[in-house]
């Protein structure tokens, strides 16, 4: 599909070679989730009910070192977010998280490459995650300079590429043309997710994950869980 940057045998290679430098990586995870899509969900929005309401879990100095201490030699993180690089919508923040809750794939516009798609597979197959949520963000520069069809240079230009298809699929329909794109860029990262075989797409047919599109806006800090055909 246009939308993600193209693969290549070198996708292989690294993925032979994150099961050298990922300890987990060895074998399918044999410890099951302690907690589902459902609840990892509802503890994802909890969290960002906070966020909004500026009533965040502040944790003292000890608290963190424990918590450190306990997720030093492992983790369990119980979603994944795949989320923006923007520097305004730190997933761990937004969704008032601490250190082990959440594994995070940031990229310009959310793209997923190679790299970000082994990464999430990764989390799925060796560390359990029930839940992939793609969250697109209010004001996305890498969105509007791909609506604005802006001439970047360098790999800047590989970005704009992926998106390109979002801004197509919406382009002429009512209402901001940027805020549609974003949007609909969400949704389809999800889909193309959804969809990717191996692990991904067998751990969704069985029920064990679930991936969704959100978005935030960076007006009010507030997440909504994206329905295609929905606004």
Not at 82 to 87: L, Q, R, W
Not at 154 to 181: C, F, M, R, S
Not at 193 to 210: D, H, N
């Amino acid at each position: 599909m246009a939308r993600y940057l193209p693969k290549s045998t070198w996708s292989t290679m690294a993925l032979l070679a994150a099961v050298t430098l990922f300890p987990a990586a060895a074998a399918w995870s044999a410890e099951p989730s302690t907690i589902d899509a459902e609840g990892a969900l509802k503890r994802l929005l909890e969290g960002n009910a906070r966020f909004v309401e500026g009533k965040l879990h502040s944790p003292t100095a000890a608290e963190v070192v424990k918590r450190r201490a306990e997720v030093a030699h492992s983790q369990k993180p119980f979603a994944i977010i795949v989320s923006c690089s923007d520097s305004r919508v730190g997933p761990e923040i937004v969704f008032d998280q601490g250190i082990g809750d959440i594994f995070v794939v940031r990229t310009a516009g959310e793209v997923v490459d190679n790299a970000a798609l082994g990464s999430i597979e990764y989390a799925v197959a060796h560390l359990g995650a029930p839940l992939v949520v793609v969250l697109g963000h209010e004001r996305c520069g890498a969105v509007s300079a791909a609506v604005a069809g802006a001439k970047e240079p360098g790999h800047i230009a590989d970005v704009l590429k992926a998106i390109q298809p979002a801004v197509d699929e919406t382009k002429g329909k009512p209402g901001d043309a940027v805020d549609n794109a974003i949007r609909a860029n969400a949704l389809d990262v999800a889909a193309h997710l959804q969809a990717t075989g191996p692990i991904l797409a067998e751990q969704v047919k069985s029920g064990r994950l679930k991936i969704m599109g959100a978005y935030i806006s960076l007006d009010t800090g507030k997440v909504e869980m994206l329905e295609r055909g929905k606004k």
